[in-house]
C-alpha cells in the first residue's frame, strides 16, 4: 500500500492544486499510488468530503494538517476536534513537545517534516534547543527538498532511530506523488494510518523513472 | 508585530475607491499578451467581445495600504495576485475598485518569518454588478 502523506489543495494559502485535479493527474499519468493525505497549512479542513471522490478515482484520500513549530514544521495525522482544542493550529512557533504530546494523548501522531530544510525543519533547531522528545517518526524523503536536504533527514532518522516516512509536499498537481511512503498493511482509514507509523510499518519511497525507489 | 492587533484594527476596513473606464485598445493588446486566441477576448466586431479574465489584475488602486499601516518597505515583496472572476468586462463599462485589507496572517519558510497580508479589490460595474474580486498579497519578512 503506498500513499503520498504529505501534499496540499486550495484549502492552503500557498497552494493551487484543487483535489479533483489530483485525483485525474494520479489515474492520467498512471502514478502509481493508491491515496494521499492532505495536510493543509495550520488548519485542518472540517469542511470538504473528499469520500465519494475517492470513491469514484479509487483512491484513498485521507485529511491531516501541517502545523508549525519552534522546532520547524510537523504534520499531524489522526487530528481530532478534542486534539484542536489543546493547542491553536494557526499560531507559528507552537511547542514540538507539546504537539507531540497532545497529539500523542488524542490518539493522533505528529510527524516533523523536511527536517533538514533550512529554517523550518528540525535538524536546525536541535543545534541550539537540544534533541525534542517524544518524536517516534519524522519525514525523510520530501518532494520539495533540495540540495542535501533528504539525506540530512536521513541521518538524523538513522542516529535517533526514527521511523521514516515520505511525502511529495505537493503545491501543484504535477507534483503529486514525487515521494511516498509504503505501507506493510493495507490501510483504509486514518486510525489504521496512526497505527502504522506508531508501530514503524512503513518505509520512505520516491519516484523515479516510473519505480520506487528504497532508501538505504 | 503583534499580528492579532493589526488584524483587529486593519482586517475589513475600506481604503480606497477607483474608477476605469473600459476601452477596447487596452484590452485587446492585454489578450494578445496573454496569448488568447480566442476571438471573443481578441476580436471587438465579435458578438461576446470582452476582457480576458484575468483582466483586473493590471489595476491599481490609489494606495495599497491604508494610511499608517506599519510596513517596513525594504522588507516587503510582491506574493502575487488572485484573480476571482464573476462577471464579463465589456468595452464601455465604467469600473469602480474599492479596497479592503482581507486577512493578515504568519507563516514560516525557509527564509524565515513571514507576515502575509492580503488587499482585496472588489470591482463592481456601472450597474453595481460584481465583477471580479482580486486578492493581492503582500509579504513582509520578520525579523
Known amino acids: 500500500m503506498i500513499l503520498d502523506l504529505h501534499s496540499h489543495s486550495i484549502v492552503s494559502d500557498d497552494s493551487r492544486a484543487k483535489v479533483e485535479n489530483y485525483c485525474q493527474w494520479i489515474r492520467k499519468k498512471a502514478i502509481p499510488v493508491d491515496g494521499f493525505v492532505l495536510t493543509e497549512h495550520r488548519l485542518y479542513d472540517d469542511v470538504s468530503d473528499y469520500s465519494a471522490l475517492g470513491r469514484e478515482s479509487g483512491l484513498l484520500i485521507l485529511k491531516a494538517s501541517e502545523v508549525e513549530t519552534d522546532y520547524g514544521h510537523v504534520l499531524v495525522f489522526g487530528v481530532t476536534d478534542a486534539l484542536r482544542r489543546t493547542f491553536d493550529f494557526g499560531e507559528i512557533g507552537l511547542p514540538l513537545e507539546k504537539v507531540v504530546h497532545e497529539s500523542a494523548r488524542h490518539g493522533a501522531i505528529a510527524v516533523p517534516c523536511h527536517p533538514g530544510r533550512t529554517k523550518v525543519g528540525m535538524c536546525a533547531h536541535i543545534e541550539t534547543r537540544g534533541e525534542p522528545e517524544g518524536v517516534q517518526v519524522i519525514e525523510t524523503l520530501n518532494g520539495g527538498s533540495r540540495g542535501n536536504e533528504n539525506d540530512e533527514a536521513l541521518a538524523l532518522a538513522e542516529r535517533k532511530g526514527y521511523h521514516r516516512i515520505g511525502g511529495s509536499d505537493s503545491h501543484i498537481v504535477s507534483h503529486i506523488g514525487r515521494c511516498a511512503t509504503r505501507f506493510e498493511d493495507e490501510i483504509h482509514d486514518m486510525d489504521e494510518l496512526v497505527a502504522a507509523l506508531g508501530a514503524g510499518r512503513c518505509e520512505a519511497i520516491r519516484l523515479e523513472d516510473g519505480a520506487w525507489i528504497s532508501l538505504p | ?143
Open chain 2, 1 to 143: 508585530m503583534d499580528i492579532a492587533a493589526l488584524n483587529e484594527k486593519y482586517v475589513g476596513l475600506e481604503f480606497d475607491e477607483v474608477h476605469f473606464d473600459i476601452e477596447t485598445e487596452p484590452m485587446v493588446e492585454f489578450a494578445e499578451a496573454c496569448g488568447e486566441t480566442l476571438p471573443k477576448f481578441t476580436d471587438p466586431s465579435d458578438p461576446d467581445f470582452q476582457a480576458v479574465p484575468s483582466y483586473t489584475a493590471r489595476f491599481h488602486g490609489g494606495r495599497a495600504l491604508p494610511e499608517g499601516f506599519p510596513i517596513v518597505q525594504e522588507k516587503n515583496f510582491d506574493g502575487g495576485k488572485t484573480v476571482e472572476w464573476k462577471a464579463p468586462i465589456r468595452a464601455g463599462d465604467r469600473l469602480t475598485g474599492r479596497s479592503h485589507i482581507h486577512d493578515i496572517f504568519e507563516k514560516t519558510g525557509r527564509s524565515g518569518g513571514m507576515m502575509f497580508i492580503v488587499h482585496r479589490m472588489e470591482f463592481t460595474n456601472q450597474n453595481d454588478e460584481l465583477i471580479a474580486i482580486v486578492d493581492w498579497k503582500m509579504i513582509q519578512k520578520l525579523g
